[in-house]
């Protein structure tokens, strides 16, 4: 199966975030508070780690004013507000830190190098060897993730599922025509994110970062672009 990694990925996500809520609801709230600061300071500092791996500068901040009007434009902050709502409803989880859990589990899971990487070894050679690795990382990161944010990290696992998943199939497809600048500014592009993500947490800014998610596609495509352009 050619998104055999992904499905393990998504399945170790999915255990690690119930394990983490059967302790969300049983600590402590200043227990809670302390990991939800932590979680936010380092979701900074991963941010700027990957942000400063920008392979051109200019592709990056395209990307994030380009996808920010575009977001900004069609609103993705009041739809995925609205959904996140109609979800806690539904499975009557209503939770201020919702949308907070089920976006930095959704950048910090899908925005490293190693997800696109993964992606491409998977989709091109069939080896799984990175996804296995990163399925122990993202098991153990949304235990401490849905402790401290709650349900929102467990839905994360269906926009992971769709991105990975996508990305593989994108590699198996299109593989050879993905060089490393690629992966680079893709990566960039969400370490920026993730730095506003990170701000957010932490309460220091509020940045519409649901509106900037856009950003992403139109790295992948000006990266493209930029690279085939310079070669």
Known sequence: MIILGTIINVLAVLAGSAIGLFFHSRVPERYSAITFQVIGLFTLVLGFYMALRADEWLVVILSLILGGILGEALQFELFFNGLADRLGKRFKIGSKTFNEGLLTAFLLFCMGSMTILGAIEEGMKGQRELYYLKSIMDGISSIALASGLGAGVLF?????????????????????????????DLTATGGVMLVGLGLNLL???RINI??????LVFALLLSWTNHFIVH
């Open 203 to 205: 309460q220091i800014t």
């Open 156 to 184: 994360s696992i269906v926009p992971l599922f769709i991105y990975q998943a996508g990305l593989t199939l994108l590699a198996w497809h299109f593989g050879a025509f993905l060089p490393d600048s690629i992966t680079m």
């Open 210 to 215: 649901l509106n900037i998610l856009p950003a």
